[in-house]
C-alpha cells in the first residue's frame, strides 16, 4: 500500500476509516471540493478488508471506530461488513457515516449483515424534500434517493439500530424541517456546519464515481 494512502486517521478520541472515494452525490458543499478536515484522504486505490484491518489494528484504543472519508462506505459493502464484523469482536462501537442509499444498490439481506455488526448509522438526509434533495446533492439516481434515504432509516430503526440523520447548513436547507423529519422517524439528529471554503478547489476534483 502507498505512503499516500490515508486509510486510518484520527480526530480527538475517534478513529476513522477511508474507504473509497466514490460517492453517488456530487453535494455543493462536499468537503471534497471545499478544502477538507486536514488529512489528505484520496485513495490511489480502494484498499483491501487486510489493509483496512491492518491500519485499524490498534481499534480498542479509541471510544469509537467510524467508517467516513471522502466516498460513500457503502459502495462497498461487503468490505464494510467484513471490517466491522472483525472490529466488533474487539467490542468497539462501531458507526458508519453514509448517505443512505444503499438499499438502492444492495438486497436486505446483505444490509442486515452489516447492521449486526454496527451500534449507530450516521445518515445525511441533508434536505427537507426530494426535490431540495436533488438541487443541493446531485444524486446518480435522482428523486429515487431521498426516497431511498427515507427507506433505509426506517429500516435501521426497525432493526434496533442507533440512527443519528445530519444535515448541513446550507443555503435552502430548512433545519426545523429536517429536524422533525427526524422526529418523525424516531431518529436522532443533528447539524453539521459547514466545513472549508467555497472558493477552494481540491486536486483532481471531480473524482471518478
Known amino acids: 500500500m502507498s505512503n499516500a494512502m490515508t486509510v ?13 472515494n466514490r460517492c453517488q452525490n456530487d453535494c455543493e458543499f462536499c468537503i471534497r471540493r471545499t478544502g477538507g478536515i486536514g488529512y489528505d484522504l484520496w485513495l490511489e486505490r480502494e484498499p483491501t478488508v487486510e489493509e483496512i484491518l491492518a491500519a485499524a489494528r490498534d481499534a480498542q484504543r479509541y471510544q469509537e471506530v467510524v467508517f467516513c472519508g471522502y466516498g460513500e462506505p457503502l459502495l462497498c459493502l461487503e468490505t464494510v461488513t467484513e471490517v466491522a464484523r472483525e472490529i466488533h469482536r474487539l467490542g468497539v462501537p462501531i458507526r458508519v457515516n453514509t448517505n443512505g442509499q444503499v438499499l438502492l444498490y444492495y438486497d436486505i439481506a446483505a444490509v442486515d449483515e452489516l447492521l449486526n455488526n454496527v451500534s449507530a448509522m450516521s445518515i445525511s438526509l441533508n434536505a427537507q424534500d426530494a426535490e431540495t434533495y436533488v438541487r443541493i446533492c446531485r444524486p446518480r439516481d435522482g428523486v429515487k434517493a431521498y426516497e431511498a434515504i427515507l427507506q433505509f432509516v426506517r429500516y435501521c430503526c ?7 440523520l445530519t444535515a448541513v447548513e446550507w443555503p435552502g436547507v430548512d433545519l ?7 422526529g418523525e422517524l424516531r431518529a436522532a439528529f443533528r447539524i453539521r456546519r459547514f466545513q472549508g471554503s467555497t472558493n477552494t478547489r481540491v486536486k483532481n476534483w471531480p473524482y471518478p464515481s
Do not use: F, H, P, Q
Open 8 to 20: 486510518a486517521y484520527t480526530i480527538d478520541r475517534r478513529m476513522y476509516l477511508n474507504i473509497t
Open 176 to 182: 426545523e424541517a429536517c429536524a422533525r423529519i427526524a
Open 158 to 164: 426497525s432493526k434496533g439500530v442507533k440512527v443519528i
